[in-house]
């Protein structure tokens, strides 16, 4: 009977090594990255602090605890005040010591506004990528032009992990004014809350959506409607709302430019005609808001206007993702909702229950 139950457990063993084998000779990427992703996140996990740490450790500036205290008062209020689910996010601290440790890259057609997707277990199909390694990333994007695509790489100050692990406070964060940090911290919170699965443009929208009036809530109860830290935070994003809607209008006439290029068009007129209409849209910052801001936008977005500093579909297609449905959930929130938040927030989460299980 002992030698019978042994031989048993040894096929299942062997049934299973197998199984795994399989899985990992067709997923051998798949399996990589995520073991990628969480030796970084865990990285980063098992070097924080907790809060109340660092907040009692007398060398650690005042004015940086004074912005943790503050993210701790975010936190609190988009609970409390806008009815986002309560996490354990935010109670632990990570020096970055200047360092970034996230990037992200995106990748579209050349002569089409289709972004690249990738699939992840559990949480679905993603327009962009996640690197905790630089030269990892370097490497998959130079892949990705080779293979045609522009591409895109950016640092990233935030990310959520949806509940799944706990997740600090960046000391890339304590660099950002008032405003910013509460719409960052209630953008991520967002996530956390509500999450559809393979829907990155109405996730992304949502929660910059949130971000940005939860901020504006925040600042308003904390330092009055007249402060100055909401004016400086109301002129912010009149400026950044002013080059997201530039940047999309823009996206519209590429998109509009390639479905009507001739079948018999060849690869360098199609590029000629690309880099002239790019010029053109970022040529005419200069009719944002008076005029006032095209050297700042141009600086700040770091283009020459020479062919080889132009942004490409890659950039333009995260305007579409990010910006491009924000009207739609205004729209919603005052006519629909008469701007009773607590009502929109409870609509969403039944309208779209979260498709990832915390």
Request: some cysteine; hydrophobic content about 35%.
């Amino acid at each position: 009977m002992l030698q019978k139950t042994i031989k048993i457990l040894k096929y299942i063993l062997i049934g299973a090594f197998t199984v795994f084998s399989i899985f990992l000779a067709y997923n051998y990427d798949s399996t990589i990255y995520a073991y990628r992703q969480a030796k970084g996140q865990l990285s980063i996990i098992f070097n924080t602090r907790p809060v109340k740490d660092v907040l009692s450790d007398k060398t650690f500036p005042d004015s940086l605890k004074n912005k943790i205290k503050l993210i701790q008062e975010i936190k609190q209020f988009a609970i409390d005040s806008l009815g986002l689910n309560p996490s354990k996010n935010y109670t632990t601290f990570y020096d970055q010591h200047n360092r970034p440790i996230l990037w992200v890259m995106t990748a579209c057609e050349p002569f089409e506004l289709k972004a690249r997707k990738w699939q992840f277990p559990i949480i679905g199909t993603f327009s962009y990528k996640g690197h905790f390694e630089k030269e990892i990333a370097d490497q998959e994007i130079l892949a990705l032009k080779r293979q045609g695509f522009d591409t895109q790489l950016n640092e990233v100050s935030a990310w959520s992990t949806l509940g799944y692990l706990k997740d600090p406070i960046l000391s890339s964060m304590l660099d950002k004014s008032e405003g910013r940090l509460a719409a960052l911290i209630i953008h991520e919170l967002t996530h956390g809350t509500l999450f559809v699965k393979s829907n990155l443009e109405f996730n992304e929208n949502l929660a910059d959506f949130v971000g940005d009036y939860g901020a504006i809530r925040f600042l308003e109860a904390k330092y009055g409607k007249d402060s100055k830290e909401i004016l400086r935070y109301q002129f912010s994003k009149k400026y950044n709302d002013a080059y997201s809607q530039h940047l999309i209008r823009g996206a519209k006439k590429l998109d509009s430019l390639y479905v009507h290029f001739d079948s018999n068009l060849s690869i360098e007129s199609k590029k000629e005609q690309k880099i002239n209409l790019i010029k053109k849209i970022i040529n005419s910052t200069d009719t944002l808001l008076a005029g006032d801001f095209q050297k700042k936008l141009i600086n700040r977005k770091k283009w020459s206007l020479n062919d080889n500093n132009l942004p490409n579909n890659a950039y333009f297609i995260g305007y579409l993702t990010y910006q491009s449905k924000q009207n739609q959930f205004k729209e919603e929130f005052k006519n629909r909702f008469k701007n009773d938040f607590n009502s929109y927030l409870t609509f969403l989460k039944k309208q779209y229950p979260s498709s990832i299980v915390f």
